[in-house]
């Protein structure tokens, strides 16, 4: 791993989960921890990087020198994603952002009533795919944790969301990957694939940083 692999180079990282709003007091989310996103984000100022997160709520501490925009929603994420992707040369999406939100914001708190209750929700937008899709965009970077065929639906949906590299991740197993310190991945591109061997996530996130480096 140099210092100088990615010099003068700019990064934006979405991670963390998101916060869909239900009323004043709840909101649907995940379990995300946020993890490999900021290790990504320390891994990509070891590089040499100017880095930036687009963080949702999480319980980490902003690494050294890198900048952080925080955000709750999935549409407060896609919009800060916008304002910074026409300065970034590379974009990685770590972020779980929820697939769908509430359709309506309750401005009250829901009160208790009958013994079933039922919410209506809608898609979010996706923001790799849409950072994606425009143009001139950047090098573009996500991740597929999937529980069965990881590798399959990770490539389909690297072709999908017209991705440059994904990063499957297979949450089947829970002692790796979502909310857990270690990680065991595979790369994929366009020409090839490469898997990383379980280790931390500090240590996956450079072999990440160098991949990217390599390939972009
Ligand atoms: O489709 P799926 O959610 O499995 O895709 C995961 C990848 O897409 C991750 O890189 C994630 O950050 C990104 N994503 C996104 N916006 C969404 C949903 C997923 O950027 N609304």
Do not use: N, Q, W
């Given at each position: 791993f140099s210092s100088g692999l990615l010099a003068g180079k700019r990064v934006l990282i979405t991670a963390g989960p998101t916060r869909e709003a239900l009323d004043p007091v709840r909101y649907i989310s995940n379990h995300s921890s946020g993890r490999m996103g900021y290790a990504l984000a320390t891994a990509a100022v070891d590089a040499g990087a100017r880095t930036t997160l687009v963080s949702g709520p999480v319980n980490l501490p902003v690494p050294e020198h890198v900048q952080c925009h925080r955000v709750e929603s999935a549409l407060e994420m896609l919009e800060k994603c916008q304002q910074l992707?026409?300065?970034?040369?590379i974009f990685i999406a770590c972020a779980a952002v929820a697939d769908y939100r509430p359709a309506q914001v309750q401005p009250q708190k829901i009160k208790k009533g009958d013994d079933t209750t039922t919410l209506e929700l809608v898609k979010n937008p996706d923001i790799v795919s849409t950072v994606a899709a425009s143009e001139n965009g950047p090098f573009t970077v996500g991740f597929a944790a999937e529980t069965r065929d990881v590798l399959h639906y990770a490539r389909s949906k690297m072709q999908r969301k017209s991705l440059d590299m994904i990063i499957a991740n297979d949450v089947s197993d829970s002692s790796i990957g979502f909310n857990s310190a270690e990680n065991e991945v595979t790369v994929l591109w366009p020409g090839g694939e490469q898997t990383l061997a379980r280790a931390n996530k500090a240590a996956i996130a450079r072999q990440i940083v160098e991949l990217i480096a390599n390939h972009r």
């Open positions: 992707v026409a300065d970034c040369d």
